[in-house]
């Protein structure tokens, strides 16, 4: 088995409107090259062809895909699932294949996916929000953590992951620090694939 690739389908953003009242935002979307084959937060139900186009990109249809992965269960973040019909579904910590529920402690340990690729608990923007770690030959360790940062922006300016809703912000401050003291990449819920840097390290630990 060869070691995974992380690709960015499509850079996600989220941006507060004028009023203050609403804002909009639609997710990071990334799949693993394995195989196996996974792709993680499929969009809103309006960008299918989005997520269809960046497959195909990779030489890839919908069946090839053997996980399909949500973060968590917020709607920019599931909405293409049923895409996915041949793979088995993880939606935060629930883990499902048609109408069979695996459970698993993810609190206790990593759920594997392949080798070198597993899902983490990584707490705070909701509770059951979950980071994928995929162990790269050529890109290092990447972990595609989904609102856990909302893009690199927010490690100078906590205020934009916390504006954006956090259930347990001192849960998600610790997931931040765990993740940027493992990863050389992250890849971010609303923007696009970072590299981690000391700077980065010393910015969060200080808070």
């Known amino acids: 088995m060869s070691a995974p690739k992380v690709h960015v389908l499509v850079d996600g953003y989220s941006v507060l409107e004028g009023d203050g009242k609403s804002m909009r935002a639609n997710c990071t979307c990334s799949v ?6 996974i792709i993680v937060d499929t969009m809103t139900a309006w960008d299918a062809e989005k997520v269809l186009q960046g497959l195909s990109s990779l030489g ?3 069946e090839d895909i053997s996980y399909a992965v949500a973060t968590h269960g917020h709607c ?3 909405g293409n699932l049923n895409l996915f019909q041949a793979a088995t579904h993880v939606v935060g910590t629930c883990v499902s294949r ?3 529920f695996t459970l698993h402690d993810f609190d206790s340990e990593p759920y594997k996916l392949s080798e070198f690729v597993d899902v983490i608990a990584t707490p705070g923007h909701t509770s059951e929000d979950v980071s994928v770690r ?3 030959r050529h890109q290092g360790l990447v972990i595609i953590a989904g609102d856990l940062f909302e ?8 205020s934009l992951w916390r504006s954006a ?3 347990d912000p001192d849960r998600q401050m610790a997931n931040r620090r765990r993740v940027l003291a493992e990863a050389d990449l992250v890849v971010p819920g609303h923007g696009p694939m970072f590299a981690v840097t000391a700077e980065h390290r010393r910015l969060e630990s200080e808070r």
């Open 32 to 37: 693993v090259e394995g195989p196996p084959h």
């Open 60 to 62: 890839l249809q919908p």
């Open 76 to 78: 920019d973040h599931v």
């Open 98 to 100: 048609r109408d069979v």
């Open 134 to 136: 995929v162990r790269s």
């Open 151 to 158: 893009r690199e922006e927010d490690i100078r300016d906590p």
């Open 165 to 167: 809703g956090s259930q």
